[in-house]
C-alpha cells in the first residue's frame, strides 16, 4: 500500500467519525426562519372606513393607487359602515378614489401620511361630509361645493378632493364585486 492510499483511507476514516456526526448535529439546529429565508419588509397595511348617515343606502366602489387596483365595492345600508384595506404603496400623486353613487371622495398620501400612515375615515351625509382628523382627533366638517381641482392640505393634516356629491341612488340591488 503506497502513501496516498493510505491518506485517502484516513481522510475517509475522519469524515465517518467527525465530519458526518457534525454535520447532522449542525442540521439537527433550530435556525431562525429569518436566517434561512429572505422576507422583504413590509408594506404598512392601510385602510379606508365610510360610514353612511345617509336615509337611503348606498353603492361604494373604492380603487386606486400607481397602476389602479380595484379595492373591493360594496353596498352599505343606512348607519352602516364598510372598510377596505390595503398594502399598496403611496407615491407623492397616488390616490386612492371611493365613488359613491356619481360623487367621490379621495385620499392622498398626505392624507395617510397624517393619518399615521394607515387608516382614512369618512361620514357621508346627504349635504355634507366628514373626515376624521387624526390630530385634532375629531371629525372634521366638510359641505360638498365646486370640485378641487388639486388636493389642498388642510391644517388638520388631511389632503382632500370633494367635488359635489349628487347622491341619487338608483335603488339598485347590491351586485358582486
Known sequence: ?????????????????????????????????????????????????????????????????????????DWVEPGAK???????????????KCTINGGRIVAYQQSYECANNKHCKWKIYDDFTKVYSWKRENWLHHHYET????????????CIDYPRLPFKVNRLPPQGC
Not at 372606513?49 to 337611503?56: A, E, L
Not at 372598510?83 to 400623486?93: D, H, I, N, Q, R
Not at 370640485?147 to 388631511?158: E, N
Open 147 to 158: 370640485p378641487i381641482w388639486k388636493p389642498r392640505c388642510l391644517r388638520s393634516g388631511f
Open 1 to 73: 500500500m503506497n502513501m496516498n492510499s493510505s491518506n485517502l483511507i484516513l481522510l475517509l476514516i475522519s469524515l465517518l467519525l467527525f465530519v458526518i456526526p457534525l454535520s447532522e448535529a449542525f442540521l439537527r439546529i433550530e435556525w431562525p426562519v429569518d436566517l434561512i429565508r429572505f422576507k422583504p419588509p413590509s408594506l404598512p397595511m392601510k385602510k379606508i372606513t365610510i360610514i353612511n348617515k345617509m336615509s337611503h343606502a348606498i353603492a361604494i366602489k373604492c380603487y386606486g393607487g400607481d397602476p389602479i387596483r380595484d379595492l373591493g365595492s
Open 82 to 96: 364598510t372598510s377596505f384595506e390595503f398594502c399598496y404603496p403611496l407615491s407623492p400623486k397616488t390616490s386612492f
